[in-house]
């Protein structure tokens, strides 16, 4: 895929799902998904997931299924935002920002405006994780010492 500006401002073809998954490819268009659809216990199985989980980001915009009667059908679009989704949560993104990353993935003109922002969001995530990482080693490390301490002595 290109990554070339097309025009001031734009980048082509960047999509951020593609670099989180390394998939090459973009949102299809509707009437292009075609493809696999999945239930929503299929999915809820897939990505670990309770049916109230999935709902709940349907109910926050998140996820857009098509319903069969009662049955909700989720396409290659849905699998890819509920990935979004996931990968904000683990980052700790809020619903909003996660709602942010769907819509850069989903445009389709990316405006570098908007994919810098974006960048800006994820290395502040990347300096508190790591920040959060390194305290968590330290607890790691006092507890491996408490409980040699506490193995050599009886009780």
């Known amino acids: 895929m290109s990554k070339q500006a097309n025009a001031p401002g734009l980048v082509a073809d960047l999509a951020i799902a593609d670099l989180l998954t390394g998939a090459s490819g973009n949102m299809r268009k509707e009437g292009q998904s075609g493809g696999q659809l999945y239930r929503i216990g299929d999915l809820a199985e897939e990505f670990d997931l309770t049916l109230r989980a999935l709902r709940f980001y349907e109910d926050k915009g998140l996820l857009n299924p098509r319903r069969a ?87």
């Open 69 to 155: 009667g009662v049955t909700r059908l989720y396409d290659y679009n849905d699998h890819t935002r509920l990935r979004l989704i996931l990968f904000g949560r683990r980052i700790g993104f809020t619903l909003s920002e996660m709602g942010q990353l769907i819509s850069v993935w989903e445009n389709e003109t990316r405006d570098a405006v908007e994919v810098e922002k974006l960048r800006k969001r994820f290395k502040k995530k990347l300096i508190e994780l790591e920040k959060k990482k390194d305290e968590v080693d330290r607890s790691v490390e006092e507890l491996r010492t408490i409980l040699a301490r506490m193995g050599r002595q009886s009780f």
